[in-house]
């Protein structure tokens, strides 16, 4: 069996609604399997961006997904965001100090705040020179990736 053959199994198999296809020819046999990619399409986020959704509906999902929202940041401030989908920690134990509270200065590489992500402690650490003039988060708390978790005025 020739590779065109082969690529003419692979358009079939893609334009049908067979999952698994096997042929044997001779010696050689063949076996062309879509499994994974039927199970990629089955994800919610396809589904709900290829079903007609009335405007109530449309509404209605959009409302019930976690957004979270940063205050409007004046000119000189930056919103510094999670890099990571995990949970935050203000402080390395329970016991300790926060790293950072408001009105810290921070230098290039000081430590803001601890992401657990996955039973990993991510030590997140500063950009740039500043002031921490809000934290957005709360100890223990999940983020998303790019929630807003403080406001930092550069230095």
């Known amino acids: 069996m020739d590779i065109s053959e082969i690529r003419k199994l692979i358009r079939l198999v893609q334009q049908s609604d067979v999952t698994e296809i096997e042929v044997t020819e001779g010696e050689s046999t063949v076996r062309i399997s879509r499994q994974s990619m039927v199970a990629t399409t089955v994800a919610a986020p ?6 007609p959704l009335a405007p109530e ?24 965001k999670s890099p990571m989908v995990g ?4 402080a390395s134990s329970p016991d300790d100090d926060p790293f950072v509270s408001e009105g810290t200065v921070v230098k290039k590489g000081d430590v803001l705040c ?3 992500a996955m039973k990993l402690m991510n ?26 978790i403080f406001v930092i005025t550069p230095a």
Request: glycine share 4%; hydrophobic share 50%.
């Open 46 to 51: 396809q589904a709900v961006a290829a079903a």
């Open 57 to 80: 509906v449309a509404t209605t999902v959009a409302a019930s997904a976690p957004v979270a929202e940063a205050p409007a940041a004046e000119n000189d401030e930056h919103i510094f």
């Open 87 to 90: 949970t935050f920690y203000a």
């Open 114 to 116: 601890i992401v657990e």
């Open 123 to 148: 030590e997140i650490e500063a950009e740039y020179d500043g002031v921490v003039k809000k934290v957005l988060a709360k100890n223990a708390q999940p983020l998303e990736y790019g929630q807003p």
